[in-house]
């Protein structure tokens, strides 16, 4: 599938994602050379593994593979310097800005994401981000597109009853009242086109690394399904951006209504409490449970997260819809 847009990057990339390249997980994976366009657009190597998550509990690999903790992703020697483009944003050492008047719509609260409050981040602090997450050639304000949550750990929510799951497997249930249609890769390979009608769900095995779900069938805006099965953890994460609407002039302006199944909810995770299922409420800009920002602005924080694959994963379209 082709993208029109119009810069391209060429750097080496270490396992990374195509819109949160920059949390690159460093285990045996071979380096590879990809050419990816960014920013008001997709990437051209349209399903690499997801990156990096920040699980809440600490989650151990092999040996030169990577552990995490909560929001603190550790590299683990022996690994290669860091690129330029690869390198995280460190904000510098500075007082909190003051609470802005709610008239500013510096600072404010949400409740968008249902049974929690998202208080996000000042205008200032997102504008210092950007300027230097990829180089600052993100686009940034976009129209109709609030500041990103704060960049702190996001707690598990409780909209949705949690999944159920079956070891080593992908299940997709459509809850939705209309069908949707999914190609399922494999990296750049299609392993299958189909249609997920309506009350229906589907089984696949964890071997491939993205399921691209869309209500038409040319997909021309599609949620994404990221999963990949590495050092013996299975990482998953979701992603609307490349279903977000674009204005006129071909920037992102907030505009859901495309994203399969979102107007009724979604849920991406599976049934033991001890990891993370990541849900978005109907209708919500849930940027603290899916991906909504290209880059996710190189915040520290990603909602992205890994189990172990026995335990298998779930994703739910109109979730709040399920019996």
């Avoid at 020697?77 to 007082?95: D, F």
């Avoid at 390979?189 to 209500?215: C, N, P, T, W």
Wanted: net charge negative; proline share 8%; charged share 20%.
């Amino acid at each position: 599938m082709q993208f029109l847009l119009p810069l391209l990057i060429s750097s080496s990339l270490v396992s990374a994602s195509r819109h949160h390249a920059r949390d690159v997980i460093r285990t045996r994976t071979a380096v590879t050379t990809t050419t990816v366009t960014v920013y008001s657009t997709v990437y051209a190597d349209d399903a690499l593994p997801p990156t990096q998550p920040t699980p809440e509990v600490v989650l151990e690999a092999e040996a030169n593979s990577v552990v995490v903790a909560e929001g603190k992703p550790t590299e683990v020697a022996p690994a290669p310097a860091p690129t330029e483009e690869e390198q995280p944003y460190t904000p510098s050492s500075q007082p909190s800005p003051p609470e802005a008047s709610p008239a500013s719509n510096d600072r404010f609260t949400t409740q968008s994401a249902g049974d929690s409050t998202l208080e996000r981040m000042a205008t200032s602090d997102v504008t210092a981000k950007v300027k230097t997450c990829w180089g600052g050639k993100i686009p940034w304000p976009l129209p109709n597109t609030p500041n990103p949550v704060v960049d702190e750990p996001a707690p598990q929510l409780s909209i949705f009853a949690r999944p159920a799951t079956k070891a080593n497997t992908l299940t997709v249930h459509n809850y939705c009242s209309y069908d949707l249609y999914f190609n399922n890769f494999d990296g750049q390979i299609l392993l299958e086109h189909g249609k997920l009608a309506a009350k229906s769900s589907i089984e696949r095995s964890l071997g491939g690394d993205v399921m691209k779900v869309s209500k038409t069938n040319d997909m021309a805006k599609d949620v994404l399904i990221e999963y990949n099965v590495d050092g013996g953890l299975l990482w998953y994460d979701l992603s609307l951006i490349t279903c977000i609407g674009r204005d006129a002039n071909g920037l992102e302006n907030g505009d859901l209504k495309d994203c399969a199944g979102h107007e009724a909810g979604l849920q991406l995770g599976n049934s033991n409490a001890n990891y993370k299922s990541f849900q978005c409420a109907p209708g919500a800009w849930c940027d603290d449970q899916v991906y909504l920002y290209q880059e996710n602005l190189c915040k520290a924080q990603n909602p992205v997260f890994a189990c172990n694959p026995n335990e298998g994963l779930t994703m739910e379209f109109c979730a709040s819809q399920k019996a």
